[in-house]
């Protein structure tokens, strides 16, 4: 999403999680050492992977899927089933990724081979500041112009935003993700049945740990293959988000001024982005979790997201989205089972 903030415009919400940010810092550059890590961080988890990827799309008939044994709050502070006992400061630490963790995603699509072999891409991202508002609930990304104040005066910079909301969606859906591989038949599809669907739109860190108790997922949090499955593919999510908006920087749209909005041109440019940030994956070297990442989030908007909000939204509808973005990846997703029907 592209948007121009001004003083007046920013919510209230965002205003505060903004005031709890430390000073936008532009990322630097530093490509072989970061594509390093996140090859670790990435494809290290697929050590563990024992089975299908695509276990989840299968529309087959049975019993609905089980989650880990039960657990229960314990007086809002733990989260516990008979065996594991799991404190809501480490639910947390896994739903909310640190502003470093943030950082380093986002210098990574900076330093992608797609951007970075690219003059005019790379020269419009260069030194574009990142700015995590980790505290705030909002289930979005945006690329757009902040008022910043340098030398006492005001002025309007570009900057790309990404609100903790949308980082602890990615993470719910990837910790489902990660179950279904573990052998927990279609949790993927009876997981995201099960949240509210307020998560789509805003996703507030206690009301994710609350949902996380209830359901006896907590457990899952603490064993070392399931989470750190979970993480990479929340990773591959965050990445696709933030390339969606570098591509709203990298392909001009934020230099045009439009007086009055037009939902054609805005949803266009949308689809335009999302292309982008298709290419970004195809080109990466691991692209396969990042792909798998961005197909769960895709999937999980479209089941969640209301149609009458989609229809007033300046983005394509969310079933739309996760077909195009199949269409995009039509290679990968045949690899893992996915086909299109008419």
């Known amino acids: 999403m ?7 415009e920013m919510s209230n919400a965002e205003k505060s999680s903004a005031s709890a940010v430390p000073s936008a810092k532009t990322v630097r550059r530093g490509g072989a050492l970061t594509w390093t890590i996140m090859l670790l961080v990435l494809c290290g988890a697929a ?20 989650a880990p044994s039960a657990s229960t709050a314990d007086g809002g502070k733990n989260a516990r089933n008979a065996e594991v006992k799991v404190t809501v ?8 990724p640190s502003e470093a963790e943030m950082e380093q995603l986002y210098h990574y ?3 992608a081979p797609f951007v970075a072999e690219n003059l005019q891409y790379s020269k419009r991202l260069n030194g574009i500041p990142f700015i995590y508002m980790a505290t705030n609930d909002v289930v979005n990304a945006v690329s757009g112009r902040l008022v910043v104040e340098k030398g006492g005066k005001k002025d309007l910079a570009f900057h790309t935003v990404f609100f903790g909301g949308a980082a602890r969606y990615a993470r719910l859906v990837g910790l489902a993700a990660a179950l279904q591989d573990a052998g927990h038949k279609d949790m993927l ?20 740990v609350a949902f996380i108790a209830k359901n006896g997922l907590a457990p899952a949090i603490v064993d070392e293959k399931i989470r750190q499955r979970a993480v990479s593919y929340s990773s591959g999510t965050i990445v696709s988000v933030l390339a969606h908006e ?24 949308e689809r335009e982005a999302d ?4 290419s970004v994956i195809s080109a990466s070297p691991f692209g ?13 908007m479209a089941m969640q997201s209301d149609a009458d909000s989609d229809l007033a939204s300046n983005h394509p509808l969310s079933r739309e989205r996760f077909e195009n973005f199949v269409r995009a990846n039509a290679e990968k997703a045949a690899a893992m089972g996915i086909t299109l029907t008419k």
């Open 275 to 278: 292309s982008f940030a298709s």
């Open 189 to 208: 599809k009876n997981f995201v049945a099960a949240m509210p669907r307020r998560f789509c739109a805003r996703c507030a860190e206690d009301e994710c």
């Open 246 to 269: 570098c591509g709203h920087h990298s392909l001009g749209h934020l230099l045009a001024f439009r007086e009055k909005a037009n939902l054609e041109i805005d949803r266009n440019e």
């Open 47 to 66: 050590w563990f992977a024992h089975e299908p990827v695509m276990k989840w799309l299968g529309e087959k008939k049975g019993a609905p899927a089980s």
């Open 109 to 111: 699509i900076v330093s």
């Open 89 to 96: 400061e480490q639910i947390k630490a896994y739903l909310t």
């Open 288 to 300: 396969e979790y990042i792909f798998a990442g961005t197909l769960f989030w895709h999937y999980a």
């Open 2 to 8: 592209k948007h121009t903030y001004t003083s007046n």
